[in-house]
């Protein structure tokens, strides 16, 4: 079990530009999530995919948000034209879909800056 | 609209004495409820977790307890180590499709 791998740990950019994030969930969960936390804040659900199916996008995931997980496997976030309100810890988790309620497993986060 | 609450920002234990945490919450149809700790520069660890058909689940020094009519969950660090000084967070799920999480409590252990 390698954990969650997020990457990269830090990004900072000027307002405007556009940034991706990547998230390697553990290899055998079949959903996986991204949150966005501010200082002070517990992490905001954003989105999850089960397999490669988006399911659920919050009203947080503006227009300016995509994500997509191709096969099922890796996942990535882009954000265009990035605004100061776009500076946050961008974190993503991974569980196992079964019979019954499982835990959600977190990776350490990429956190955005925005110049 | 935050359905977890947790209103205690910090919390300060004297090590080996008893931690209690609490989490309140609004929506009834909350059913998977889940505790994590998280310290600087980590993600949140999975700590504990407990489903609404329990009151109590425990897991070595960790219990949660939930009161399913008073919309309430707890947990219980017991003997509070050094080590345990982090900010812990509850969430709450309905069906485990969508998580919600409080603005957590940062616990401090005192040696």
């Known amino acids: 079990d390698t954990g969650v791998s997020q990457n990269p740990r830090h990004k900072i950019t000027k307002r405007g530009q556009n940034v991706t994030f990547r998230c390697d969930p553990i290899s055998e969960h079949n959903r996986l999530y991204w949150y966005r936390q501010t200082l002070g804040q517990g992490p905001e659900f954003l989105t999850y995919f089960q397999n490669e199916a988006q399911l659920e996008k919050s009203r947080l995931l503006s227009d300016r948000f995509s994500a997509e997980r191709p096969k099922g496997s890796f996942s990535t976030l882009e954000i265009q034209r990035t605004e100061q309100g776009d500076s946050a810890m961008y974190l993503c988790a991974s569980s196992l879909a079964s019979s019954g309620n499982q835990p959600q497993h977190f990776g350490d986060g990429t956190r955005l800056s925005i110049l | 609209d935050q359905q977890v609450k947790q209103n205690s920002p910090s919390l300060s234990v004297q090590e080996g004495r008893i931690s209690i945490l609490n989490c309140d919450y609004t929506?009834?149809?909350?059913?998977?409820f889940l505790w994590y700790k998280k310290y600087p520069a980590e993600g949140p660890t999975f700590l504990i977790s407990?489903?609404?058909?329990?009151d109590k689940n425990e897991d070595g020094r960790f219990t949660v307890f939930l009161n399913k009519s008073a919309k309430h969950l707890s947990l219980h660090i017991v003997p509070s180590q050094p080590g345990d000084s982090a900010v812990y967070f509850c969430?709450?799920?309905?069906?485990?499709?969508?998580?919600?999480f409080g603005t957590g409590t940062s616990l401090t252990v005192i040696p």
């Open positions: 969430a709450a799920s309905a069906g485990g499709n969508q998580f919600y």
């Open positions: 929506n009834s149809m909350f059913d998977y």
């Open positions: 407990i489903s609404s058909i329990k």
